[in-house]
Nanobody
């Protein structure tokens, strides 16, 4: 059974930081990509960042320079370090593995 367990969300003031984690288990095939998406209230889910097994990363323009994705493919774990958070970053954040498997989501709220 495939499981993606996320953690690290919460409430933070503008300008603050959070670190999200996502650990995947039960995936028998080799994992080549891990990433993060988010969905704000009333909006569609949007892609945030991706990291490949080879270490290549890519970011949505709205988070580039503020968010950093990293991955431990030996442990099938992906992280998202979020700095300089803005109210518009408020959303449910989902990890994604192989563009197939999804985490349950973790709420990030940026508010004073």
């Amino acid at each position: 059974q495939v499981r993606l367990v996320e953690s690290g969300g919460g409430l933070v003031q503008p300008g603050g930081s959070l670190r999200l984690s996502c650990a995947a288990s039960g995936i028998r095939s080799s994992i080549n990509t891990m990433g993060w998406y988010r969905q704000a209230p009333g909006k569609e889910r949007e892609w945030v960042a991706i990291i490949t097994r080879g270490g290549s990363t890519n970011y949505a323009g709205s988070v580039k320079g503020r968010f950093t994705i990293s991955g431990d493919y030996a442990r099938n774990t992906v992280y998202l370090q979020m700095n300089s958070l803005k109210p518009e970053d408020t959303a449910v954040y989902y990890c994604n593995v192989q563009s197939v498997y999804w985490g349950q989501g973790t709420q990030v709220t940026v508010s004073s």
